[in-house]
Nanobody, 128 residues
Framework: EVQLVESGGGLVQAGGSLRLSCAAS????????IGWFRQAPGKEREGVSC????????YYADSVKGRFTISSDNGKKTVYLQMNSLKPEDTTVYYC?????????????????????WGQGTQVTVSS
């Protein structure tokens, strides 16, 4: 059984930092790209970032470029999302997901249909 478990969310002031973790089990970690998404109430789930251990590809949404950094520890089967310079508009639930593909894919990494398994989400709240 594939499981993805996010952790690291919390409450932080604007300008602060958080590091989210996504621990994976039940899958061959190197065989699938891992993405981070977020979804605010009443809005579509949007792609935040994606990383592929296979080809080293990394992508970010324009809204987080320069502030967020994705990385992976294959030995721990864990993907991290370091979030710096947080803004109140970053407040929402963050999800990690394992892709159906090995690479992130420039044209499809932001499409949630590409991802087969999802974690339960972790809440990030940024106060102004």
């Amino acid at each position: 059984e594939v499981q993805l478990v996010e952790s690291g969310g919390g409450l932080v002031q604007a300008g602060g930092s958080l590091r989210l973790s996504c621990a994976a089990s039940g899958l061959t970690f190197d065989d699938y790209a891992i993405g981070w998404f977020r979804q605010a109430p009443g809005k579509e789930r949007e792609g935040v970032s994606c990383i592929s251990s296979s080809d080293g590809s990394i992508y970010y949404a324009d809204s987080v470029k320069g502030r967020f950094t994705i990385s992976s520890d294959n030995g721990k089967k864990t993907v991290y999302l370091q979030m710096n310079s947080l803004k109140p508009e970053d407040t929402t639930v963050y999800y990690c997901a394992s892709s159906r593909t090995v690479e992130c894919g420039m044209w499809w990494w932001e499409h949630r249909e590409v991802y087969a398994y999802w974690g339960q989400g972790t809440q990030v709240t940024v106060s102004s």
